[in-house]
């Protein structure tokens, strides 16, 4: 492996190189308005390959994504209700060594999705939206196979494949007041996610000849994700208005009762603005 870094350098070459190929395929199909009713059915096709010259990362895989929607929309005076189902279908193949011997498992996955939401404009300033919805992910390449040396996260991480699909259960709900002087948004959520693939911390650094790396393994628990979303915009005088952004967010694991590793932090912003007369 020194040898061939050095020779690396020596030529100006990249370590490790991914070229992946991706061709989509969409069709939509807006059926008849009512006066009151809207909808759409539509279909899509996703195929996908990837190569890679270097040394070993993530593997060589083919994938084929289908999927089948339809969304509803019927409104009400003040109201409009929405709703949506949608069914995927996904292939995979990878094709990596390991122990000499070529290696090319196949897996599918499949699951259905759906929601319902709710939008109520009770006056011209005021807008108020609720959401219930299930929602799915496969696990990808990287979450399944990768073994080596992240350099983007400075990280040695180690796939796991027995790893299945996500399941998630939103429930999310957003208050907009959108006034002269003041435009304020707060959205609370939360989020239960059955099978949720995180990246758990090894006790140890892995040691390789680039030197010592802390390591991840990829594996999965059921976890809750709930918070709120914080948008204020105040126009204190003239052209001149102060802005707060804030993000809150707890992130538990259910199956260990504690709390989730490597996510995002609680976070606050405040900001003063102030907007030109436009040049023509």
Known sequence: NIIYNYFLAILNLSELQFEITTHITELNWEHFKHKKLSGEIGASYMNQGN??????????YRSNTIGLYAIEKYTLDNLTFEGGVRFDYRQLQSFFYKND?????????????GS????????????????????????SVNELYSYGVHH?????????ENLISENAYNVSSSLVIDKKKIQLEISPYANYIKNFIYQKPTLKPVL????????????????????????LKWNVVGKLSVVNKTA???SLNITKNEYLVQMTSNRSSISLEY??????
Request: net charge negative.
């Open 51 to 60: 190569t890679y010259e270097g040394r070993f990362f993530i593997p060589n």
């Open 275 to 280: 907007h030109f007369n436009s040049c023509k």
């Open 208 to 231: 390789t000849i680039r030197g010592a790396f802390p390591g991840f393994e990829y594996t999965q628990t059921d976890a809750l994700l709930y918070g709120t979303d914080f948008y």
């Open 152 to 160: 983007g996260a400075a990280s040695f991480e180690t796939g796991n």
């Open 101 to 113: 011997i070529l290696m090319s498992p196949e897996k599918e996955f499949h699951n259905f999705s």
């Open 116 to 139: 319902l939401g709710l939008t109520s404009n009770f006056k011209e300033d005021f807008t108020f939206k609720f959401n219930v919805a299930t929602a799915w992910r496969s696990p």
């Open 248 to 250: 809150l967010l707890r």
